[in-house]
């Protein structure tokens, strides 16, 4: 996608860095006139101090006095992190959130009227333009900024993963054992680990669960839900990819026997994906095949379906990983972003490299990883 010569913020249920405090040495004229913005915004208001400022912004995480001072210090400034500077645009494109008598408010993006959204998204530009100014970011291309696994809205955030067969679960999964440990019935333990304190990270004040199917409720099926793992062992997420009307899916190949191979459509042909082998016998995996995909919730408007899936549990979670791994979201978001813009629905089918039985974080952007995607409309 060609970019559109400008820097922003974009806010609908991504776009953002990881939450980390940014030093230049020597320091940029952009980064002062970062913190003199912000200063001039706050005190725009009467009476709003960097305190009531502060508690407004917590609701989407921790946030102190101190550290919102130290934003709009004249002598040493620190750049926030930019989905804090997306909180200040939609905070000060209101002056709703403000009532002396009140305590402040951080409105969520669907509560602003067409007129507080349009001054949201200008105030959006113009700080997400002088922090990029000040990171050494180019002001001549387009930047955005994904954060795929936070939720502007309050919603409750479900995990859904299978259930192991009855044959499969160790004795520690056994109700009658006296150690009887419940995770030892989940399959894609791994995956579920990794993302469940990420999201919850990035959720501080959301519901956070997870489920086996035998144990899903219908409100675990109407907020934001995460598929992980493939439909084999997991009838809700077989229903819920169906209702979805997805163009990949899961098949049963006779030369497969560990798994169910990838079939997706595109441009009048079905395409298959299948593991490599790092022996003849087809004992050790040299690559799996992950899925991710981000459709909107088909039991639930407004609410969001994530799936990562893969044809072994390798691939489940390098597809996690491909938003967690420190050294690599970023620039994973940053291709989500490029590719698929504002789009509400997109799948990725990505080759997951696997070491010593080890599954390596996919790098988007690196040769021949992405093996498909899809967004509606695209050809």
Not at 107 to 125: H, N
């Amino acid at each position: 996608m060609r970019s559109s010569g400008k820097t922003y913020i974009h806010s609908a249920t991504v776009r953002t860095y990881r939450e980390a405090t940014c030093r230049m040495q020597p320091l940029p004229p952009a980064a002062l006139q970062l913190a003199q913005r912000l200063r001039q915004l706050r005190q725009g208001w009467h009476r709003l101090t960097q305190e009531k400022l502060a508690i407004a912004l917590a609701v989407e995480g921790p946030l102190t006095a101190v550290t919102v001072s130290s934003w709009e210090s004249t002598k040493k400034p620190k750049l926030p992190p930019l989905h804090r500077l997306d909180g200040y645009a939609r905070f000060f494109a209101t002056r709703r959130s403000f009532e002396e008598e009140l305590e402040p408010k951080l409105f969520r993006l669907d509560e602003l009227t067409p007129d507080e959204k349009a001054a949201y998204e200008k105030l959006g530009v113009e700080l997400g333009r002088l922090r990029g100014a000040a990171t050494g970011e180019s002001t001549e291309e387009e930047i955005t900024f994904s954060r795929s696994w936070h939720f502007l809205d309050a919603g409750r955030i479900t995990f859904i993963c299978a259930e192991l067969p009855n044959e499969q679960i160790g004795p520690f999964g056994k109700t009658d054992n006296l150690n009887f440990t419940e995770l030892q019935r989940y399959a894609d333990i791994d995956a579920l680990m990794e993302l469940h304190g990420h999201v919850r990270a990035e959720n501080p004040t959301a519901e956070v669960y997870f489920r086996t199917p035998p144990d899903v409720v219908a409100d675990d099926l109407t907020g934001h839900v995460i598929l992980l793992g493939g439909v084999a062992w997991n009838e809700v997420a077989g229903r819920m990819a169906e209702m979805a009307e997805l163009p990949v899916r899961q098949v049963t190949d006779a030369g497969l026997e560990s798994g169910d191979i990838f079939v997706a459509q595109g441009k009048g042909a079905e395409r298959e994906f299948w593991p490599q082998w790092a022996d003849e016998q087809k004992k050790v995996l040299a690559e799996d095949v992950g899925l991710f995909v981000r459709v909107p919730n088909p039991l639930s408007a407004g609410r969001t379906l994530t799936i990562c899936n893969g044809i072994h549990s390798r691939g489940v979670y390098g597809a996690v990983r491909t938003l967690t791994d420190a050294a690599l979201r970023d620039g994973n978001e940053r291709y989500i972003s490029t590719h698929f813009a504002d789009a509400e629905s997109f799948a990725i089918l990505m080759g997951v490299k696997v070491i010593k039985n080890t599954a390596i974080t996919p790098d988007f952007n690196s040769p021949n990883v992405v093996l498909y995607e899809w967004t509606p409309g695209a050809p």
